[in-house]
């Protein structure tokens, strides 16, 4: 349901939101059906829940939409209480319902407090009756379940309202709207974007006048243009949906409204003045003095006495655009040029005035309009500013003649030697900016996330200007997308830096950008490749990008920081190849999570055998701060003897992100503050900060409990283990430790699949729990689901390829299997880390006999791993 929140900072937040996931979706074509509930409505006044049965037909009355109850005989003069209005919906809903599992209803405009019900199920309020919390001329957004619709018997929209007799009860357009909840939420949404961008031009074009006038105050029409458009645009988010996110208060919000309003008028009239007579008249002035009285009575008066504002302000509104009226045709006939071209633009827009003022007193019943026609009256202002430059550009062409010419043959000889200078920089630079238009697409982040919010700053070394262009270009690269992986969502992210500067540099990040777009892409679209592990995932982006690299025989390398952020639960997957450690910011303080290289850069011939893909758990409120070696590599100066002094000290990196608090907008500058760039500089900042869950704030701390449960354990007192464990999983159900000791009780217990499903619900809350992923890979194989033990066991070795009991059981579960040759060469990796253990010598025995004996004699040779 979208409706408005009580706190300010939830309604802007929602309302960012709304506006964000509208963006994409503008000019598109909708999805599903939707149907008008317009004509003829039925209503009776008071309110009883079993009217919602729909089975009374002879007491309910007809009206025609819009339905007014404050100008309606016998109400008017006692309008005060409940009414229950309803409408038959299109059988049509029927089949829709039955394919759709969420429908969606937008209702009309209603007064004073409103009850939505769909036969006799609540879908939402407008209002509240129980705190008498007014909606007044608000619209509601109502997502319900499906089955709501009847399959056997007619459907209604209900709606209760209630007026306490200073507000009048009514609904008014635009048009209730139901159908499918893609194709209203869609509709919605693109309302929304074209208000929002409708706002913004209004806004932006008051301000660019504010500024003209500012400085030039000769041309102080443009002030009052400009204060005109600004107005204007806050006027219409009141008109807008906006309105209902921003304001909770229905007073404040209506007295805001009208304060605008009444103000904007002696404006545009003080423009127009201005504009034609270059002086503010009398009639300005005079309407302004009205309008600031006006403003101080609504901001103080109550409900039925700022509705009298407005009636006597509307009285004026055709007075002011008679008089501006007057003013365009005067100057027409006076044969001025800048008036035809405000004449067909003012003229538009006093009729959408005039249209809004007519729809808001009632004679018509259609939407407003006066915003889109104020985009023509824009586009008249323009004609005229236009025309006035072209006028002074050519007085200031035919002053400067001869001052140009002097100037034309004193720089005709430098131009001559400069130009093949120039004519090899536009060359060489043009090189430069066609290489950085093929890697703009490919950097940036690309999706969004609620819980893992990413953003980014890079600054490449070498800046340099093409015609009117101004670029940059360099070998760092940040690249972040969305993706699935075994039904979980996932953000990918990569920081590279590729070697060498410029356009070597940029050749580098140009071929890692499309590789890595290509890895993605090809997991979006392929449903075998969104079954890989993440593990697995990032292995294999890693050996696709090693293959490539690779080929350019050491002459192209790149550092690079390749990670899966686990959007659920925070677990970071990442491989660092050589580049600079990543730096956890948490509780104030800065560290790294890294504290040794594991692998060398991409690019090196024989890596691809000793790749481990590393874990992290990220904590709510954690921010990850990734970056290219230009964070560290500062030019502090020159030492005593002259020479240049680069900064070594990588902790500087850490005291920078303690100092900007793990802020993005603030960190380049403390950076930039220490020393100068040398080289290019690219920044991440990964902030994890899940939804909140209510369930986890009733947890309790069961340390002590969990200290119970392992002297069980160990103590052989499986049963009492088992309460303790059932007991801490009530007590803490987001504590990952009890469903896996638990978990190792069954097994004692030999109940493996109760075990199997413990550890998988103990590796769904913490995934980087290593014990936990080979007890699933064991209980796998105990219960003979190879593949499923496989997948597991591989998943675990790409974490950790020293784990001895894992690399045992997984080559014990390939000979199985029947692959004899990988089973060997995991052996072989086993005695590698320990020569002489019988386990290892007895697999080899059963390989070389072929003895497919049950799995369980060697499978339970790894308990010592509990």
Known sequence: MLSPRPRITAQCSKLAVLLTLSLPAFGCQFEGNAWDLGGSWQFRRGFQADWLAGNQTGEWQ???????????????????????????????????????????????????????????????????????????????LFSFPAHYIRSNAPNFLYIHLHSDGIRPPLIRSPLARIGSNTRIQQEYRNELALSFFLLAAYFAVGAYHMVLGLRRPKDSYNIYFGLFCILISFYWVFRSSYRDYLFEDVDLRMKLEFITLYLAGPILVGFFDRFFQGRLGWTAKGYFLYAVLLSTIAAVSSYTLLHQTLLAFQITIPLALGYVLYLVIFHLCKANIDAWYLATGTIILIGSILHDLMAARGYINSPHIARYGFGLFIAGIAGILANRFVRTQIQVEELNHDLEGKVTERTRQLEESLENVRHLKVQQDGDYYLTSLLIQPLGGVFDEDAAVRIDYYIKQ??????????????????????????????????????????????????????????????????SQARQKSPERWIKDCFVELQNIFVSFDGSMLISAFIALIDTTTGTLYYLNAEHPFAVLYRDHTASFIEDQLYLRKIGWAGIEGHIEVRLFGLQPGDVLLLGSDGRDDLDLGQDEAGWRKINEDEFEFLRSVAESKGQLNVLPGIIASKGGLTDDLSLVRIEYQPVHDPALDTAEDTTE??????????????????????????????????????????????????????????????????????????????????????????????????????????????????????????????????????HIEQLQDRIAKKDNNDIGNIADSSRSAE
């Open 461 to 526: 070394k070498k800046q340099f200007y093409f015609k009117k262009w101004h670029a940059e270009i360099g070998g760092d690269l940040v690249a972040a997308y969305a993706l699935e992986l075994q039904g979980q969502r996932y953000m990918a992210v990569v920081n590279g830096d590729a070697m060498g500067k410029s356009i070597q540099g940029a050749g580098g990040a140009l071929v890692l950008g499309t590789v890595f777009k290509s890895v993605v892409t090809r997991t979006q679209l392929s």
């Open 705 to 838: 409990l969990g200290s119970q449960i392992l002297v069980a354990i160990k103590s052989g007192e499986l049963e009492h283990a088992a309460v303790l464990c059932q007991r801490g999983m009530e007590l803490d159900p987001g504590n990952y430790s009890h469903p896996y000791h638990l978990g190792l009780v069954y097994s004692k217990q030999k109940q493996y699949q109760k075990a199997l499903q413990l550890f998988t619900k103990s590796f769904q809350l913490n995934q980087a729990h290593h014990l936990c992923l080979f007890q699933l890979a064991r209980m796998n194989a105990l219960l003979n689901d190879l593949p499923a033990a496989i997948e597991y066991g591989e998943r675990l070795r790409i974490r950790d390829r020293k784990y001895l009991n894992n690399l045992i059981q997984l080559a014990n579960c390939y000979h199985l299997s029947g692959n004899h040759q990988r089973a060997g060469q995991l052996l072989a990796e086993a005695e590698d880390l320990d020569p002489g253990n019988e």
């Open 62 to 140: 007809s009206a025609a939409f819009p339905i007014k109850f404050n100008e309606m005989e016998p109400y008017k003069r006692d309008f005060a209480g409940s009414y229950t209005l309803r409408y038959p919906l299109p059988a049509e809903l029927g089949p829709l319902a039955r394919q759709d599992t969420v429908l969606a209803l937008q209702t009309p405009t209603v007064s004073d407090i409103a009850v939505f019900f769909i036969n006799q199920h609540q879908i939402g309020s407008l209002g509240d009756l129980a705190s008498n919390r007014s909606g007044t001329y608000k619209q509601g």
